[in-house]
């Protein structure tokens, strides 16, 4: 385990870790919106989809380990980077003008963990239902779990949805400078490419999070509705 | 033109400093800021008392050894300019002006704006060089570099160790004048053959000096008098990961021959 732990004394492999994970979560939240985006398609799709992913058995555990190591590595990263560039700066100016450096990315470790905080509400909020154990009991007509009838409940509380909006908000705030950031330290710079590059990570960035916070805007202006409604708008 | 100063005193290294406030008056547009720095001096030594201690050497933006953060900015407001280069005609007359040392732990302040910058000295020391024979001259001509190459070596050769980069970053790394150093071998064939050992001893030097991980804000980019490229940065990380995955682990063998 110490061997394992050694890159932390590096300031370099450091970043190179905090840069692999980041991604590797980046791509999970692409998954993640994009899977989100079946609430559009209705019950039955969304339905399957869920079904779908708790019937992959062993993969889905694969994809959960390497996650959980991912997000483990990048908090424990961040706090022992963080403790020692403030060590590295004992005193502050009395008067400091940034020139460059924009509001988002002094603030990564900020955003970072009120968006740890926010993973932990959202994991014992969909996944673990521990705030919501009503949720648990919820079923469709094929006796699947009704994931879309869950998400409907949980967005109809106003609170619940705007929690959700702002934490997405925050999280724009950190892959805005994470996606260049990252592939900064791992070494990918060059002048010919740095435009596309840009224009690429705030492009991700903000579908990110606007496909994440349409949902709880989808239920709260009824595109999104519940299954009586459908039916009985239908008829 | 009137100035009222607010510049950090701080006897030693071990005392406490504090901002004090001093009233100039008489200055020339015409001045540099360092010169009336000079003028505030004179007028404090008149009076009988300590003058400001603040590093200076050329004067003509090429050392490195100036080194003020003036306004809350390594080397003022004016891009790609040293602050021994930066004139009085950038500031309005009634200007209030605040004067700071570098600020890292890594650069411990020795007496009012003067600090020990020997760290940056011994990460060079640590790799920042080719090892070469002495002897005859070589010819001029017998290593050929494209010329693409060589301006882009001399780029980053223009460094200065000033420190202005760490002064700026939030994280007081030295990540861009180490990435500097390196780069500027990384593109010429003299710099092939310790290119990995090189890598890997500054960065543990600047790791072990005390100098915070770059949070790639780029503010050391815009205040280097220099304008080297953070694109060094990317290079130095690529030959610090490549050196690290291709790392033979010398283990040290109790007895070995
Ligand atoms: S005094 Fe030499 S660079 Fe300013």
């Known amino acids: 385990m110490a061997s394992f732990f050694s890159f932390l004394r590096s300031s370099i492999l450091s970043k190179v870790v905090m840069a692999a994970t980041g991604i590797i979560l980046l791509l999970f939240l692409i998954g993640h919106m994009l899977g989100n985006m079946q609430m559009y398609l209705g019950p039955a799709r969304m339905n399957a989809y869920a079904a779908m992913l708790q019937g992959l058995g062993g993969a889905l555990w694969i994809v959960r380990a390497v996650l959980f190591l991912s997000v483990v590595l990048h908090v424990i990263t961040s706090i022992r980077l963080k403790l020692s560039n403030m060590a590295a700066k004992p005193s502050a100016y009395v008067r400091k003008k940034w020139v460059k450096a924009t509001l988002t990315s002094r603030t990564m470790f900020l955003t970072g963990s009120t968006i740890a905080l926010f993973v932990t509400y959202h994991l014992l909020h969909f996944t673990f239902k521990a705030t919501h154990p009503q949720y648990a009991g919820l079923r469709d007509t094929f006796g699947r779990m009704d994931v879309y009838a869950m998400v409907i409940a949980a967005y109809r509380e106003p609170l619940i949805s705007l929690v959700y909006i702002a934490a997405m908000v925050l999280l724009g705030f950190h892959l805005n400078h994470a996606t260049l950031s990252a592939l900064q330290t791992l070494g990918v710079n060059h002048p010919k490419y740095n435009g596309f590059i840009e224009k690429l990570s705030i492009t991700v960035s903000l579908l990110i999070v606007l496909g994440f916070i349409s949902i709880p805007c989808g239920v709260f202006l009824e595109i999104i509705k519940p299954v009586q409604a459908t039916v009985a708008g239908g008829m | ?257």
């Open chain 2, 1 to 257: 033109m009137r100035l009222t100063l607010h510049i950090w005193r701080q006897k030693n290294a071990r005392e406490k400093g504090r901002m004090v406030t001093y009233e100039l008056d008489g200055v020339s547009e015409d001045m540099s800021f360092l010169e009336m720095l000079d003028m505030l001096n004179e007028k404090l030594m008149r009076n009988g008392e300590e003058p400001v201690a603040f590093d200076h050497d050329c004067r003509e933006g090429i050392c490195g050894a100036c080194s003020l953060a003036v306004n809350g900015i390594p080397h003022g407001h004016e891009p790609l300019t040293t602050i021994c280069q930066l004139h009085m005609r950038k500031f309005r007359d009634g200007d209030a002006i605040y004067i700071e040392p570098w600020r890292a732990r890594a650069f411990p302040v020795i007496k009012d704006l003067v600090t020990d910058r020997s760290a940056l000295d011994r990460i060079i020391a640590a790799g920042g060089y080719i090892s070469v024979h002495t002897g005859g001259v070589p010819d001029a001509n017998a290593i050929l570099i494209g010329k693409e190459e060589a301006e882009r070596a001399m780029d980053f050769a223009a460094c200065i160790g000033c420190g202005a980069c760490v002064a700026a970053c939030k994280n007081s790394s030295a990540m861009l004048f180490v990435a500097a150093k390196i780069a500027q071998f990384a593109y010429l064939p003299q710099g092939q053959p310790e290119r990995k050992r090189r890598a890997l001893a500054m960065v543990a030097k600047m790791d072990e000096e005390g100098f915070g991980a770059c949070s790639n804000l780029y503010e050391c980019e815009a205040v280097c008098p220099k304008g080297i490229s953070v694109s060094a940065i990317a290079l130095m990380n690529r030959d610090f990961i490549r050196a690290k995955l291709t790392e033979v682990p010398q283990k040290t063998t109790a007895g070995g021959g």
